[in-house]
């Protein structure tokens, strides 16, 4: 795995990847799902799935999405492949920041924080250097703000947290 994974970072970047993967996105909903949470990306990249509550419908949304890990929080980024819009997932967080986060097997309910100046100057490098093509994404997206969620536990599930075995 180590070398698709090196393999899937080098092709990132290029435009027909991102509709590639957006593709594969249901399989890979499913396969996460069936997996609790355990294999997400194949198991290429650090990846976890986030809940949020649609905020239209109210009902519940799963996203399968790279994260890179920050102290005890979750960094994801909305970067939509580079598209000109904002992921509805991205939206539904700002509507209502509460969610969980499905990594390794392990749900943990987390509130979302949109980072902004040097906070998000410094989750951004951390994931680009996880995934060098989110650079281009952002020049894909046309001017459009890319937002950085840091993803903090809000309690059961969370080492130490509220609810937590002592």
Do not use: C
């Amino acid at each position: 795995m180590p070398v698709l994974g090196a393999l899937t970072r080098r092709v990132g970047h290029h435009r027909w990847f991102g509709a590639a993967v957006r593709l594969l996105v249901p399989a890979d909903r499913l396969v996460g799902r069936l997996t609790r949470g355990r294999v997400v990306a194949l198991g290429l990249i650090p990846s976890l799935v986030v809940t949020t509550t649609g905020r239209r419908s109210g009902r519940p949304r799963s996203n399968p999405l790279l994260y890179v890990p920050d102290g005890d929080a979750y960094v994801v980024v909305g970067s939509n492949f580079g598209q000109a819009h904002q992921p509805g997932w991205a939206m539904n967080l700002r509507a209502d920041p509460a969610a969980e986060v499905a990594v390794k097997g392990r749900r943990v309910p987390v509130r979302a924080e949109v980072a902004t100046g040097a906070e998000r100057d410094r989750l951004w490098r951390l994931l680009v250097t996880e995934w060098p093509a989110y650079r281009a994404y952002a020049r894909r997206a046309g001017g459009r703000e890319i937002l950085v969620f840091r993803l903090v536990p809000t309690g059961r599930g969370v080492p130490g947290g509220p609810g937590a075995p002592a």
